[in-house]
Antibody
Framework: QVHLQESGPGLVKPSETLSLTCPVSGGSISSYYWSWIRQPPGKGLEWIGYMFHTGGTNYNPSLKSRVTISVDTSKNHFSLKLASVTAADTAVYYC?????????????WGQGILVTVSS | EIVLTQSPATLSLSPGKRATLSCRASQSVSNYLAWYQQKAGQAPRLLIYDASNRATGIPARFSGGGSGTDFTLTISSLEPEDIAVYYCQQRSIWPWTFGQGSKVEIK
């Protein structure tokens, strides 16, 4: 059973870069897509982007200019960087696994980490 | 991007009753629609994928249907543990999108 657990700072200052990591335990990072999804407090879910373990990425056009998702197969983890954050980026951030045969469907989620953007 | 509109916003029913949630897409998504359950303070959990396939470990009282632009999630007999917000999500066209959610309450 794969286990995902987001890690990173819970507070980021405006204009700085939000950085989160998601170690993958109980399974290999190979042969899956890996994704980040966020949920502002009290609101719905928004895809940030996803990538395959070999490196191909796809980002939400609304965030594309600020987002970088990367995978480190040697450490079996993947990461999110979101630059130039504002209060609108305050959200619970989830890391998630997408099976190759059913791309776009999340079969495993991290527990989520609340990131607040505030000075 | 494809907009998913869910209804009702809130559904309040007694235990044992049948709950039906709807999801309408702004354009056809074929059968590439999933349903997730999110309980308070938890991550979402996959219930249904590709419109009608139950995910592993999901009770048989959950079923999905529809294709094209109109979809439903049915809980055949509501249990107290089904209190949650339910989201539909399309994977037909990137960016994949979620509906705004339907909240199910126990009366």
């Amino acid at each position: 059973q794969v286990h995902l657990q987001e890690s990173g700072p819970g507070l980021v200052k405006p204009s700085e870069t939000l950085s989160l990591t998601c170690p993958v335990s109980g399974g290999s990072i190979s042969s899956y897509y890996w994704s980040w999804i966020r949920q502002p407090p009290g609101k719905g879910l928004e895809w940030i982007g996803y990538m395959f373990h070999t490196g191909g990425t796809n980002y939400n056009p609304s965030l594309k200019s600020r987002v970088t998702i990367s995978v480190d197969t040697s450490k079996n983890h993947f990461s999110l960087k979101l630059a130039s954050v504002t209060a609108a980026d305050t959200a619970v951030y989830y890391c998630a696994r997408i099976p190759v045969g059913l791309i776009g469907m999340v079969d495993s989620w991290g527990q989520g980490i609340l990131v607040t953007v505030s000075s | 991007e494809i907009v998913l509109t869910q209804s009702p916003a809130t559904l309040s029913l007694s235990p044992g009753k049948r709950a039906t949630l709807s999801c309408r897409a702004s354009q056809s998504v074929s059968n590439y629609l999933a349903w997730y359950q999110q309980k308070a303070g938890q991550a979402p959990r996959l219930l249904i994928y590709d419109a009608s396939n139950r995910a592993t470990g999901i009770p048989a009282r959950f079923s999905g249907g529809g294709s094209g632009t109109d979809f439903t999630l049915t809980i055949s007999s509501l249990e107290p543990e089904d209190i949650a917000v339910y989201y539909c999500q399309q994977r037909s066209i990137w960016p994949w999108t979620f509906g705004q959610g339907s909240k199910v309450e126990i009366k």
